[in-house]
Structures are given as C-alpha cells and as structure tokens.
C-alpha cells in the first residue's frame, strides 16, 4: 500500500506543473431560469494541471466544464482560456474551442463519418490544415490510443470503449492545451473503463492540462495533483488527493465520500 | 432406451440415453399446416376464407374476360371497337399512347425528353446511392464525386434537351456560380498577395463574389451568350428545335412537374426547416407562417393562383410561360411539406451531434453542412420520397387550369367524336401507370427505411 | 508567472461586432431579414398595384353582395340565383363541410376495419387488405374520384328505367332506396308533432347512459364489482325512446322516395357528383387510415400484450384497458392530419361539379366577376381557418398524451381529458421541475381562445384597411402616404408574427406586450373607430372594456387556482 502510494507521489512528480495560469474563472454565476446552478466559482488551473471534479448528482460539475468551452454560457464573473476572455465575442469563442479539446459522456462521435473523418473534420475545417497533414495527425493519434486498424470503419461498428478512446482521439488532433472530460467512463461497460482510463492516464503523463469531472476515484488517487468536490453549484472544497481522501475538511465531503467509497 | 435404472422410492433419476428428434404431428406442418394456420383457423375464419374465395370467383372471370379475352387492341373509332368485342377497347391506349406520355412533343423529337429521363435516373442514382449493385464500391466511390456534379449540373441539362434553342443560356446560369467563386478567390488572392488592403472587418471578398454572380445572372450572362448564340449554330451542333411548354403532357408533364418541384423544394426546405429551428423569432416566425399557411391550403388553389394572380406579383412586362408558373406554385407548396420532412429529420438527432460540433470550434455553417445536415437528409430520404410520391400523384390536379396532363388529355380524347363515350379504359390505363410507378417508389422507400433502421443498430 | 491581463472588454463599437458578437449577431440577422421580407413584400405589393392599374382593377370586396346570378344544383340551405355571392360561397362552404365530415366518419370506419383486418390472422383477408392499401395509396386520388363517378353515371340505370309496371330497373329494400345514376334516393325522416319527445328521450338516454356509466365506475372503484355497462346502456339509449315512440303514437315517420313522372319525389337525394366524392375521398384516406392503425397496434410492444395475458387478463380487457389506451395515443395524431388532408382533398369536387367552395367562390364567382385577388384570398383563408382549428384540435390532444404521459391525473388545467372528464375538481400542484419540464398546457385552451379573440381583432382591423372601401371615413390604403403604408403594414406583420408565436409556440409576457401594443398603435394609426364594432357601444368604453377583460385573464392566470405559471417565468413552489 505504502508502496502504491510512494510510486503514485513519484509518478505525480514526474507530471511537472508549471506557473502559468491557463484557466482562470473569477467569481463566475450562472442561473437556468430561475435556479441558481453555479453560484460564485473561484478557480484558477495551472498550465500541466490534472483536476478531478466530483460531486452529487446536480452538483453543477458539467456545468462547470461545459462552461469553460462555452457550451453553456455564465451570467455573471470572468472566465479567461489561455489569455482569452469569453464573453459574447464569437472570434474569441472559436479561439477558445480549437484550443480546448472536449470529450463527452456519451462519445457524441458522428456516426455518418468514418473514424479517420471524424477525427480529421475539425482540423481541416477549422484549423485549414491540408488533409493529408490531417490525417497524418490523426493516425499519430489512433496509434496512441491504439486503435488505427478501426480507422476506416464507422463508429457504429465500435464498442463503447473503443468510441470513447476515437473521442480523445478526435480531440487531441485539434492539439489543444486543454482538454476537457465530462464523465468519460460512465457511460461504459466496466470491463471497458479500463481501457479508456489508460488513455487519460498516459495523456496526463504527457503533461496535458486536463479537467475531468468523474466518479473515478482511483484515477483521481493516481493522477490528479487537485480534486474538487462540488455540491449546490458551489465549490466546497478543493485539495491534493492524498489529504482530500484520508482528511476530508467538510460535513458534505464525508458524506459524498462515505457514499461513493463506503461500500 | 428404456433401461430407466429402477432405485425405488428414490428420487434420482438418470437420463442414459438422449432422445433423437421426432416430427411434429403431421397436422401442424406441411400443406395442411400451412392451410389450417392461415386459411382455417377456427369457424370465423374459415367462414372468411371461403367467403373471399366465393367473391374472386364470381368477379375474376368477368374481369378477365372483360380486359383481356373480350377486349379489343386495335381499331379507329369506339363504335368499331363495340363491334369487334364486348369487352375493354384497349385500341384508345393504343391509338394515343404516344399522346400519353409525351402530350404534343413533336415525334421525331421524342428521343429528347427520353434521354433526358434516362440522364435522370443517373443523377439520382449519383445522389442517392451508396452503392449500385454491379458496380463495385471503389469504383463507385471514386466516380460519385463527379457525378455528383453531373447531378447538380443536370437540371439545366434536362431543361435545354426539353425546351431546346440554344444551349448558352443553361450554361451560362450553371456558370453563375463558377463566376462568383472565381471572382471571390481572385480578390482574396489579390488582397494577399499585394499586402493587406481591404478591411478585415468587412467580408469583401464574398461581397464581391456575390455582385459579380449578380451581374453575370442579370447581364453578363445574356451578352455573352447572346454573342455566342449568334455564332454557334454554324460553328457547334449545339442548338436544339426549341419546343413551347404548350406541347408538352401526359406522363412527360407530370413527371416534369414532380421532379422539378420536389428538386426545388428541397434547397428551400432546407432553409425552412433550419429557419424554423433557428431560435430567431422573427425568421422562425416567418417559417412557420409560411409553412402553415402552404399546409393548410389545398395545391388546387394554389394551381388558381398560378393561373391567374401569380402574374401579378411580378413585373407588369415580365411574361411567364403558364408551365413556369404551375412549377413555381407547385415548388412553393411542396417546400412546405419539405420543411416539414427534413424538420423531422433534424429533430431526430440527438443533441450530442450539435454540442460536439461546437465543442470542435466549427461554426454554424460548417456544422449544420457538415455534420448536421449529411445525417439529417440521410434520415429524411424515406419521407423525401414519400413527399415525391405525393407531389407526383398531385400533378394530376394542374388539368384543372387547362395543362394536358394524363387527366387533361382523357378528356380532350372522350371529347373527340371517333371516341366519344369511352370512359373505363382511360382512366384504368392512367390508375395503372401512376401505380406502376408510385408503388416501384413506395417499396424502395420502404426499403430504405428498413436499411436505415438496420444501420443504426 | 504569465499574467493574464482580461482584454479590455470596452473599446466601443465595431462594425463587425454586428456577425461577430454574439449580443448583436441575432439582432442583426433579423433585423437584415427583417428588411429583406419587407422589401420583397413591397416590390410584391407594388407590382400588384401597378399590374391592377394596368388592367384597370382594384381590390374591394364589395362585388360580394352582388347578384351571384348561377345557380347551385346542392343547397343545404336557402339560394336562388338572385342571392348574392357572399352567400354563394357560404353555401360552397357548407357543402365542403358536408363532404369533409360525412368523408371524415366513413373515412375512419373503413380504416380502422381495413387496419385491424390487415392484421388478421387469416391470410385471405391480409392479402385482399394489403392489395386494397396498396392500390388505393399509389393512385391519383382525382383518377379515382372520376372512376367512381364513371361508375355512377355509367353503370347505374337513369330514373327513367323505373317507371311504369314493366320497369327495368328496381328499387332495393322494400322500394326504399333507389339507386341511380343521378344519385341515390334514401328514406327521409319526416318529424310530425310530438315528435321532440322522442328526441328528448333519446338525448336524455344519451345524458343517463353518462351517468349510469360513472355511477358504474364508481361503484366499481368503491366494491369492486363489475356491471354490465354496455348492454343496460344500450337499453337505456335505445329502448327507452323507441317505447315513447310507440306510446306517443308514432310521431316520426318516414318519407319514402317514389317515381312521380320523370323522376323520384321525396325522400333524401344523395347527388352523384356528391356521392362520388364521399365514397372516393373516403375510400382513399381510410387506406392511408388502415396503415396508421395498423403501424399503431404493431407498435405497442409485444411484451405489452403478454404481460397483460401473465396477469390473467382477458384478451377483450387487454385490448381495451392496454393495447387500445397505447395505441391511441399513437394513432390519433396521424388520423387528424388525415382529416386535415381530406377536407383539403374535397377541393378535388370541382372536377365532377359538385358545388363546394372551390365550385362557388374559387369557380364560378371568379369567373364572372374576375376578381382572382379577393375571391382566392377569401377561399384559402377559409380553408386555412378550417386546417387550422383541426391542427389545434390535435395540439390540444397531443398536450393531453403528454399530460397523461408525465403525471397521470393531475388536473392541469382545460385540457382534453379533463374537458371530458367534467370541470372542477382538486388540483394538484405541479412539482417544480415539472413545470419547468412543460411550460404552458394548463392554460393553453384559455388562453388559445384569448389568441382567436385578438385574432379576430386584427382581423376585423385589416378588413376595415384594406376590404371596406371606407372612402367617407378615410382615403383609402392605395391613396395613403409612403410612410404610412409602410408603418401599417409592418404593424400588421408584426402583430401577426406576435399572435403566430402565440398561437404556435408557448407564448412569453413579451408576447403578449408585443401583440397589444403593435394592436394599439396599429389602431392608433387608422384611427380604429373601436365603437362601431359593437352597435351602441361607446369607442372608449370598448378599450376600457376589453383592457379590463384581459387584465381579468392576467390576474386569472396569475393568481388563480390552476397551476403553472412558468408561463410567466414563475413557478409556484410547493408547500
């Protein structure tokens, strides 16, 4: 155990953070109609950050992260990407989501395009990259989340996992500094988390700025260098794994996590 | 086999041997089955059997002979025709079958709307097939992009094989849009390659693109091709006997009509449907007006309104050809239904479509072509073609403004003298063309609709 | 440390923020499109006015009280020849009625049995169906309407064949009906005195069976027992006025049809032209029927049925309490818009002379007096009304299977079932995601009806601008001012756009701000002379009147005893 845990602390050491703030999310609120969803978020992520955001059920976690790449828009606060703030500018807003990658509960992959299309559509239809670089590109990236022999084939023919890692796949081809994961394993068979989670584990290694909101508690042990725990659309509280596991600050944490572990 | 092991009172029981399969009773399969499951299965059904059995017997010979064994093929006038037979007097089909399908199109020009149609069925087969059987799949694959084109290309094909005189002016409308992109292309081109000098606040080049297509539509395009005209019947083979609108009918009119309405339609279906979608409530609003109200009235009004107002919405000098007019009305009216199809269509996507599409940074433009709408039409071609089936029985309705149509030259022919009188043989001849060719489409929208089901899974 | 310095958000306004900033992107595409519709609508306009100077017509609709001048062989009510074109087309009006309900009811018959028979298990009577759906749906509809009337005039005998002793042709059913090919003659009800007893009887039978029917539910609900509902129904419907019958003397007789001279007298004469259209219209939509019925039924799940069966339920109780409840609900939106295409199929009448509304005023009307503007216009409307109202009906329903789908039997409001179910009753209050879930049914039919009443406001306004050609109140709307032409006509787009959001989607309170005040400043504009809408009514007094009758319906809606007011963004929040 103690073992584990020494491997996991050198792992994380490999993983550098730097200084540089590539998110920053001042006192940001939103509202749908009338109910509050996100009230006051302060946060700030470095440039190499692995955060892991978790929560009940309603917390406001995908809110948060559907936030940053605008798939929802605040009301209130700033939220700045890479120097760009986002406001109701939509240059800034295109900027913003060829730099921030997204993976989605459900894949959202389109099923009329191949896996390779699907994977070069946004480079070369957003980043003008000349096809064949793009698929240069995307068979790089196939290879790591190996799978190139299903790069001709249709999303349909693919099992869920298999989906899952063309998701990361397609956007990691867009090369963005950050990549966002909204619940990426919960849609899966078990036997087939694994797999995925490999895939983020050895992107975190590679130093990719990652916000993942999941249930996924391992992974949040071995390679999340922050985890916030969300409830009510607020933040509640936010620490490195190892304290936020074994000394949870607040009543609401314990319970969550009495909840998720305690089985 | 029965070497069942005796233990007395207890309760084991070993099988030693298994049991090979044995036929069902007899009763149950075979022909007897067959009938007894289907045909007799009960009194009440049995009772219906024979009763429906009784029915075809007593009609079918009456109808049999009546069309075939009675009936007569060839004769000039009616009255001849009740001479040679009691039953049906085909001979009408025969005499005006040329008139049926092609309406007055001059004879030894009719190979013209005929080649035509067979152009058509290519272009469809170009944009609606996957695959063709017989053709192997690369070889489709690598020749669908160009015909693709062919099949965009084609309307103006198809109209200057019908209508004739000179080909420049169909070319010269397919070169509208070649003459907008190159007129964009080259001052984007201009602009970068001689520094910087138009504002980037301003998307010039489209703007220039699109007066250039505007000033080619409204008089480039007659110029040159009026020069051209001049010339080209010495120097090219390109000119055809022109023939009025007012010699078409029949069959060739109807499928005109259908196809044309259900191709225009489509482009403004399209825009409809995305309209009505858009969230924004003055274009919404004005999309679900005009759908309602096109919904809500029926095509033979709005055939009166071709035939008399349409006119006066345009220009007093502008003179447009009665035909036009019908396929403008007809466009207008199957549009709406459009909307509607591709609406659904659009709506039976799920929301992870649009939502990763943004999330890649693709705009709406690129989005909706891109990803949105290649699922949405795929999705929608069952109903498109449900859409054409009902817009093509529905041309029937254009005699009532005078066009010679199928139903339109039944009349002319019980009017005329040599017929006079007939009645049955026309209108099972029409009944059996309109099913031939709506049923042919009804199976294959059918069939395509099981395909997509199957896809999806 | 990268310091990250928020860009100025400031800087002004750039021209290019127009597409390029969300906050002005939508505006600006409407307000672009706005002008496009306007300029198109115009260049419309005008080249109308200038080609109807050319032609030297105008647009008035006062050619309406004119002699008609023809005459109409079908008149479900008083007309002759010297009657005016108003009441031609009001006549052709009914006639379409005619058609379209009696079309609807047969049309529904023949395809439900069509439906349910194509799912036989008798493949003699599945094959027969699929060849009748097949054929009937894959052949012009005006084909088969003119067959049928060939079939009519050509193979029945004339009236002529029925006279004398040696008559070639004869009556059917005891010389009751006769069938020719002029149409058929059916035996007429003839009521005489005394008679409304009997009617009265029937509608009270009609009223007790109700009744008896819940008292049966209830005492059902109560003990569990079960009464045979039906056939005591059936006694107190049937029975019980036929007994007043006899007692009462026989009050209600029958007029029979019978060859006079030329031609039958009495009874009820169903016109061929009539006929024709009925049977072809009504064979033709039941096909269309029987593949909805049938698509209905396969589509509750086959589980369904078992299930049921598991529970020990009767196949008679699985069909009417499981499989009829789901298959209704999938049934009923396709077969109204099959009644909506029917009734715009009758249109098709002209081509065998019956004399509906495309007969009257799109026919006849037009050509006589050439107006194509008014006449058209008038007649698409009417049938636009008439699709509309069968389009609401079905919203109505669809609100109702939504209703039934969330929250079985909470009272939402006026929807269908509890239109059915009687009015009253507790009302449940809607947990707040509910609402927020389904914004507006409870009030819909309410306030639907407050949308017509505004609906007929502008209507009665753009009748008095444009059709009453009030030239001593006003100059008329082709002598007005650019300016105000323009400002009316975007006043009565607008107010449209308004009233179709309404009508159309779930209307916000901006909505209904709009609607009013473009209705205000629209009749500002006119100078609406409000007061003579309603004869000895004072114009100030109409405003006030109505101001305080909707305000009435606001406080209604907003304080009432219904539910739901995420209509006005606010939802009541559970005790």
């Given at each position: 155990m103690n073992e584990v845990a020494q491997d996991m602390t050198a792992d994380r050491a490999k993983m550098a953070v730097s200084d540089e703030e590539v998110i920053q999310i001042r006192s940001m609120n939103k509202w749908y109609g009338d109910f509050h969803v996100l009230r006051d978020i302060n946060l700030t992520v470095n440039r190499g950050e692995r955060i892991v955001v978790c929560g009940p059920s309603g917390s406001g976690k995908s809110t948060l992260i559907r936030c940053i790449n605008r798939l929802e828009e605040h009301q209130a606060g700033d939220i700045i990407v890479d120097g760009t703030e986002l406001n109701s500018d939509l240059k800034n807003i295109d900027k913003i989501r060829a730099e921030v990658g997204m993976v989605f509960q459900h894949f959202n992959l389109f099923p009329h395009l191949t896996i390779l299309e699907n994977c070069t559509l946004a480079p070369i239809w957003v980043r003008k990259t000349p096809k064949k670089d793009a698929e240069e590109t995307a068979m790089h990236f196939l290879t790591k989340v190996k799978i190139p022999e299903q790069a001709n084939k249709y999303p349909g023919q693919l099992s869920g996992g298999q989906q899952q890692r063309v998701a990361i796949a397609r956007a990691l081809c867009m090369r963005p500094r950050i990549m966002l994961f909204d619940e990426p394993t919960s849609a899966l068979d078990p036997e087939m988390i694994k797999e995925v989670l490999d895939t983020m584990i050895s992107l975190a290694e590679e130093g990719m700025t990652m916000i993942c909101v999941t249930h996924e508690m391992g992974f949040a042990r071995q390679v999340a260098n922050r985890v916030i725990f969300m409830d009510q659309g607020q933040i509640v509280e936010q620490n490195e794994p190892e304290p936020f596991f074994n000394d949870p600050q607040s009543d609401r944490t314990k319970l969550f996590l009495s909840q998720i572990l305690g089985h | 086999m029965t070497d069942m092991p005796n233990t007395g009172n207890s309760a084991l029981y070993v099988r030693r041997e298994m049991l090979a399969q044995q036929p069902p009773p007899p009763s149950t399969v075979g022909v007897v089955g067959w009938l007894r499951e289907n045909l007799f299965r009960g009194p009440v059904n049995s009772t219906i059997t024979v009763l429906i059995l009784l029915m075809i017997l007593w009609l079918a010979p009456g109808i049999a002979s009546w069309a075939f064994i009675d009936a007569t093929w060839n004769a000039k006038s009616l009255s001849e025709c009740r001479q040679l037979g009691e039953g049906a007097c085909w001979a009408v089909i025969v005499e005006r079958f040329g008139q049926f399908i092609y309406g007055f199109y001059p004879a030894e020009e009719r190979w013209r709307p005929n080649l035509a149609f067979l152009l058509m069925l290519l272009a469809f087969a170009f944009a609606l097939f996957d695959e063709v059987p017989g053709v192997s799949k690369e070889v489709w694959a690598r020749i669908r992009p160009g015909g693709l084109v062919f099949s965009a290309v084609f309307p103006f094909i198809a109209y200057w094989l019908i209508w004739g005189g000179s080909i420049w002016g169909p070319i010269g409308l397919v070169a509208t849009p070649v003459v907008g992109y190159f007129a964009a292309v080259g001052v984007d081109k201009l602009n970068s390659q001689y520094g910087p000098f138009l504002p980037d606040t301003l998307p010039v080049p489209s703007i220039v693109g699109l007066v250039a297509a505007l000033v080619w539509l409204l008089g480039g395009m007659q110029l040159v091709a009026g020069a051209l005209t001049a010339i080209s019947p010495e120097f090219f083979p390109l000119w055809l006997p022109a023939v009025e609108s007012k010699s078409l009918g029949g069959f060739l009119l109807a499928t005109i009509i259908g196809v044309a309405g259900i191709v225009l339609s489509l482009p403004i279906g399209i825009l409809l449907a995305l309209g009505r979608r858009s969230g924004l409530f003055f274009i919404q609003t004005v999309c679900i007006v005009f759908i309602e109200c096109m919904r809500g009235v029926p095509l033979i009004t709005l055939l009166f309104v071709a035939s008399t107002t349409l006119s006066f919405l345009f220009p007093p000098d502008s003179n447009l050809d009665e035909l036009l007019r019908v396929v403008i009305m007809v466009t207008i009216f199957a549009s709406a239904y459009m909307a509607e199809v591709i609406r659904g269509g659009l709506a039976s996507l799920p929301p992870g479509q649009y939502e990763a599409a943004d999330a890649m940074g693709l705009n709406y433009w690129q989005a909706t072509r891109l990803i949105i709408m290649p699922q949405a039409l795929k999705v929608s071609i069952p109903n498109i073609v449900n859409t054409f089936i009902g817009l093509f029985k529905d041309t029937t309705l254009v005699a009532v403004i005078g066009l010679l149509d199928v139903i339109g030259l039944i009349t002319a022919t019980r009017a005329d003298s040599a017929w006079n009188g007939i009645n049955w043989e026309l209108y099972i001849f029409a009944a059996l063309f309109f099913f031939i060719a709506c049923f042919a489409m009804s199976r294959y929208s059918m069939y395509l609709e099981r395909k997509l089901a199957t896809d999806r899974r | 440390m990268a310091v990250i310095d928020p860009p100025s958000g400031g800087g002004g306004f750039r021209v290019d923020m127009l597409w390029n900033d969300s906050r002005y992107r939508s505006t600006f595409i409407q307000i672009v499109a706005l002008l496009a519709t306007i300029t198109v609508f115009w260049l419309i306009v005008d080249n109308v006015v200038a080609n109807l100077a050319r032609v030297g017509k105008d647009f008035a609709f006062n050619f309406m009280t004119n002699p008609a001048s023809y005459d109409i062989n079908q008149r479900p009510l008083d007309y002759t020849s010297r009657d005016?074109?108003?009441?031609?087309?009001?006549?052709?009006?009914?006639?379409?009625?005619?058609?379209?309900?009696?079309?609807?009811?047969?049309?529904?018959?023949?395809?439900?049995?069509?439906?349910?028979?194509?799912?036989?298990?008798?493949?003699?009577?599945?094959?027969?169906?699929?060849?009748?759906?097949?054929?009937?749906?894959?052949?012009?509809?005006?084909?088969?309407?003119?067959?049928?009337?060939?079939?009519?005039?050509?193979?029945?005998?004339?009236?002529?064949?029925?006279?004398?002793?040696?008559?070639?042709?004869?009556?059917?059913?005891?010389?009751?009906?006769?069938?020719?090919?002029?149409?058929?003659?059916?035996?007429?009800?003839?009521?005489?005195?005394?008679?409304?007893?009997?009617?009265?009887?029937?509608?009270?039978?009609?009223?007790?069976?109700?009744?008896?029917?819940?008292?049966?539910?209830?005492?059902?609900?109560?003990?569990?027992?079960?009464?045979?509902?039906?056939?005591?129904n059936a006694a107190i419907i049937i029975l019980t006025p036929l007994a007043i019958f006899f007692v009462s003397g026989m009050p209600i007789g029958l007029d029979l049809p019978a060859f006079q001279d030329f031609n039958f007298q009495g009874g009820l004469f169903l016109r061929n032209s009539y006929l024709a259209l009925v049977i072809a219209l009504a064979v033709y939509t039941g096909a269309f029927i029987a593949e909805n019925v049938r698509a209905g039924i396969m589509a509750v799940n086959r589980g369904q049925t078992e299930a049921a069966s598991a529970l020990g339920l009767q196949p008679g109780r699985t069909m009417s309490l499981v499989i009829l409840p789901q298959a209704l609900r999938i049934i009923i939106p396709p077969l109204i818009s099959q009644y909506l295409n029917l009734t715009k199929n009758s249109s098709l009448a002209l081509f065998v002379g019956y004399m509906d509304l495309t007969g009257t005023l799109m026919g006849i009307t037009l050509n006589q007096t050439g107006r194509e503007f008014e006449t058209l216009g008038l007649g698409m409307a009417v049938y636009l009304t008439i699709s509309l109202s069968i389009a609401g009906v079905m919203n109505l329903y669809n609100e109702d299977a939504k209703l039934v789908e969330r929250t079985s039997g909470t009272g939402g409001g006026l929807s269908l079932s509890t239109l059915l179910a009687g009015f009253g009753g507790p009302w449940e209050r809607i947990s707040k995601g509910d609402a927020q879930m389904r914004p507006t049914y409870g009030l819909r039919l309410e306030m639907n009806l407050f949308w017509l009443f505004y609906a007929g406001m502008l209507l009665l306004m753009v009748d008095y601008v444009f059709i009453q050609g009030a030239s001593e109140l006003r100059p008329s709307y082709w002598d007005w001012g650019m300016g105000t032409k323009v400002a009316a006509l975007t006043m009565t787009v607008a107010a449209f756009a308004a009233l179709a959001t309404c009508l159309f989607k779930n209307p916000r309170f901006i909505d209904i701000i709009a609607a009013e005040f473009c209705f205000f400043v629209l009749a500002v504009l006119l100078g609406f002379p409000f007061g003579a809408l309603i004869p000895g009514v004072d114009g100030t007094m109409f405003v006030f009147a109505t101001a305080a009758m909707r305000l009435a319906i606001f406080g209604y809606t907003v304080l009432g005893p219904r539910p739901n007011l995420t209509f006005f963004h606010r939802v009541r929040q559970e005790a």
């Open positions: - | - | 005016s074109h108003a009441r031609a087309a009001i006549i052709g009006i009914i006639n379409t009625l005619l058609v379209a309900v009696v079309g609807c009811v047969l049309a529904t018959i023949i395809g439900v049995l069509a439906g349910i028979a194509r799912l036989s298990r008798n493949l003699m009577l599945r094959a027969i169906m699929s060849v009748y759906v097949e054929v009937i749906r894959n052949v012009p509809l005006l084909i088969q309407i003119l067959l049928v009337m060939a079939v009519i005039t050509e193979t029945l005998p004339v009236p002529r064949d029925f006279r004398g002793e040696d008559a070639v042709a004869s009556m059917l059913f005891w010389d009751s009906v006769a069938l020719t090919n002029r149409g058929f003659y059916f035996p007429a009800l003839i009521f005489q005195e005394g008679s409304w007893v009997v009617v009265a009887a029937f509608i009270a039978g009609i009223v007790a069976s109700v009744v008896f029917s819940r008292y049966a539910a209830a005492r059902q609900a109560a003990t569990g027992d079960t009464m045979a509902v039906l056939p005591i």
